[in-house]
């Protein structure tokens, strides 16, 4: 049972261009969220994180959004970069970590 | 800067061999976690030590168990391996806090045959 999903497993953004990465939960009793960037023969890398206590976190070109009512979050880059390009898990923190499935991010230049 | 290292890059197995995958972290981290990676599945928690000795089952224990003798290592076995095991294994280590992010290694190629 899948208590975080990323039901796009995949999207195309033009260089420069906003990216738009979506991430839902189950269980509303996650208190913290965070992003990974993953590089293919890598391990994950973290990326920017949210307490659930706030909406919003901001880290250069990454920006984090938290809705709780929805229980949703979503990563936004801007200006994506052709380096941007890689799979991206949410993950969120209860008695243990649950990632999503990625969603494979592809920055044409 | 944290360094999680993990034996192997790349293992091919036969069926019905035992196998260890091994884990170190060098930065006095007390929680390591194995995960396995798999297409359209994501990371899935395997077992999880938070201390010397200790050990949780994740989401997909079976067939699968772990040690952690020293606080730095944390082993992954399979007590005999199968090919629904071949996959993506990432070991991870944090601090005791449930707020921190997790420092991931480089990552373990299993195929078994």
């Known amino acids: 049972d899948q208590q975080v999903k990323q039901n796009s497993p995949s999207l195309s953004v033009q260089e420069g261009r906003i990216s738009i990465l979506n991430c839902d939960y189950t269980?509303?009793?996650?208190?913290?969220f965070l992003w990974y960037k993953k590089y293919p023969a890598e391990g994950p890398t973290f990326l920017i994180s949210?307490?659930?206590?706030?909406d919003k976190n901001e880290d250069g070109r990454f920006t984090v959004f938290l809705n709780k009512s929805a229980k949703h979050l979503s990563l936004h880059i801007v200006p994506s970069q052709p380096g941007d390009s890689a799979v991206y898990f949410c993950?969120?923190?209860?008695?243990?970590?649950?990632f999503g499935t990625g969603t494979s991010l592809t920055v044409i230049p | 800067d944290v360094k999680v290292t993990q034996s192997s890059r790349y293992l091919v197995k036969r069926t019905g061999e035992k196998v260890f995958l091994e884990c170190v972290q060098d930065?006095?981290?007390?929680?390591m976690f194995w995960y396995r990676q798999d297409p359209g599945l994501g990371l899935r928690l395997i077992y999880f030590s938070y201390d010397v000795k200790m050990k949780e089952k994740g989401d997909i224990p079976e067939g699968y168990s772990v040690s952690r003798e020293k606080k730095e290592r944390f082993s992954l076995i399979l007590e005999s391996a199968s090919t629904n095991q071949t996959s993506m294994y990432l070991c991870a280590s944090s601090t005791r806090t449930g707020t921190t992010e997790q420092y991931f290694g480089p990552g373990t190629r299993l195929t078994v045959t």
């Open positions: 930065m006095d981290h007390e929680n």
């Open positions: 993950a969120a923190s209860g008695n243990q970590f649950y």
């Open positions: 269980n509303s009793m996650f208190d913290y």
């Open positions: 949210i307490s659930s206590i706030k």
